[in-house]
């Protein structure tokens, strides 16, 4: 069974930064690309970050560009979202996805002065 453990949401000022993780198992990590995606209330779901199965590729949207950085360690099956210069409207719940529509629970990030 797919699983997906997202960790390190909380709250932040803006212009501070969180590391997301993404812990996952029950499939072979290392074949398959990852991405972050986010929902703020009232919104849908939008990505934010992807990155191929080996990581030598990596896609943003406009609105994140610069500012997040995503990253996997296939050692340790998990992939990272740096987010730094956070912003009032990077406030949401963000989640990991995997192969096969495979989703985690999300962690909630709430960026507030």
């Known amino acids: 069974q797919y699983q997906l453990v997202e960790s390190g949401g909380g709250l932040v000022q803006p212009g501070g930064s969180l590391r997301l993780s993404c812990a996952a198992s029950?499939?072979?990590?290392?074949?398959?690309?990852m991405s972050w995606y986010r929902q703020a209330p009232e919104k849908e779901r939008e990505l934010v970050a992807a990155?191929?199965?080996?990581?030598?590729?990596?896609n943003y949207p406009g609105s994140v560009k610069g500012r997040f950085t995503i990253s996997r360690d296939n050692a340790k099956n998990t992939v990272y979202l740096q987010m730094n210069g956070l912003k009032l409207e990077d406030t949401a719940v963000y989640y990991c996805?995997?192969?096969?529509?495979?989703w985690g629970q999300g962690t909630q990030v709430t960026v507030s002065s």
């Open positions: 996805r995997g192969p096969f529509d495979s």
């Open positions: 990155i191929t199965s080996a990581g030598g590729s990596t």
């Open positions: 029950g499939f072979t990590f290392s074949n398959y690309p």
